[in-house]
C-alpha cells in the first residue's frame, strides 16, 4: 500500500505569516490528491481536491500544488481561524489513506 | 439542507459487535459513493471502508477486514456499518463521509460522528 508523510508534524506562525505543509506519497498518485482542516472540536472539512482545486466556499489564501508524489498545502496569509491539524489524503485507489496530519497554531 | 448524521455508537465490551447507522437527507444517495473514516481519541484520521453508489463494489482497510462490514439501504438512504470482534484499538468517533463520485473519490460532506468505546 502507499504510504503517506507529512512535514512538518506541527508549526507556529504569526498572523499573516505565509505557511506551507508538504505531503509525500510512497509512490506516485498523479494528482488524485485531497486536503483536509480540522479545526479543534470539529468535523473535517475538504479544502483542496485534485491537488490544487480549491473546494467551494474555502478561502484563496489556501492553495495546493504538486503531482505525482510530492505535494504542498500553502496558507498564504496565516488567520487566527485557520488554527487546525490539517491532513492530506490519496483517492486513486483503496485504501484512501490519510497523512499523519501537521498541527498548525499561531505564535 | 445536506447532512449526514451518525448514530449508533456506545461502549461496548472486548469481542462484542455494533452497529453504526449514518442517515443521509438533503442528496440523492444513490448516486454517491460512502465512506467510514475513524478517528480515535487524540490521533488521526483512519479509512475503514467504502461502499460504491450501487453497493456492488465494497473496500476496507486492512485493519478491519473480515471484522467490519460495510453495506447501505438506499430507500432508507442510510448508510450502515457492521462491527464484530471489537477490540480497544476500534476505539474512535466514527464518521461516515459521502464520496464525490460514485466510486472512490475526495470526500466532500461529513457526519458529525460517533463514538465508539470499546472497554470491559
Known amino acids: 500500500d502507499i504510504q503517506m508523510t507529512q512535514s512538518p508534524s506541527s508549526l507556529s506562525a504569526s498572523v499573516g505569516d505565509r505557511v506551507t505543509i508538504t505531503c509525500r506519497a510512497s509512490?506516485?498518485?498523479?494528482?488524485?490528491l485531497a486536503w483536509y482542516q480540522q479545526r479543534p472540536g470539529t468535523v473535517p472539512k475538504l479544502l483542496i481536491y485534485?491537488?490544487?482545486t480549491l473546494q467551494s466556499g474555502v478561502p484563496s489564501r489556501f492553495s495546493g500544488s504538486g503531482s505525482g508524489t510530492v505535494f504542498t498545502l500553502t496558507i498564504s496569509s496565516l488567520q487566527p481561524e485557520d488554527v487546525a491539524t490539517y491532513y492530506c489524503?490519496?483517492?486513486?485507489?483503496?485504501?484512501?489513506?490519510f497523512g499523519p496530519g501537521t498541527k498548525v497554531d499561531i505564535k | 439542507q445536506v447532512q449526514l448524521v451518525e448514530s449508533g455508537g456506545g461502549v461496548v465490551q472486548p469481542g462484542r459487535s455494533l452497529r453504526l447507522s449514518c442517515t443521509t437527507s438533503?442528496?440523492?444517495?444513490?448516486?454517491?459513493?460512502m465512506h467510514w473514516v475513524r478517528q480515535p481519541p487524540g490521533k488521526g484520521l483512519e479509512w475503514v471502508a467504502l461502499?460504491?453508489?450501487?453497493?456492488?463494489?465494497?473496500y476496507y482497510a486492512d485493519s478491519v477486514k473480515g471484522r467490519f462490514t460495510i453495506s447501505r439501504d438506499s430507500p432508507k438512504n442510510t448508510l450502515y456499518l457492521q462491527m464484530n470482534s471489537l477490540t480497544a484499538e476500534d476505539t474512535a468517533v466514527y464518521y461516515c463521509?459521502?464520496?464525490?463520485?460514485?466510486?472512490?473519490?475526495?470526500?466532500?460532506?461529513w457526519g458529525l460522528g460517533t463514538l465508539v468505546t470499546v472497554s470491559s
Open positions: 461502499i460504491w453508489y450501487d453497493g456492488t463494489n465494497k
Open positions: 463521509a459521502r464520496d464525490a463520485s460514485f466510486s472512490g473519490d475526495r470526500f466532500d460532506l
Open positions: 485534485a491537488a490544487s
Open positions: 438533503g442528496f440523492t444517495f444513490s448516486r454517491y459513493g
Open positions: 509512490q506516485g498518485l498523479g494528482n488524485n
Open positions: 489524503q490519496k483517492y486513486n485507489s483503496a485504501p484512501f489513506t
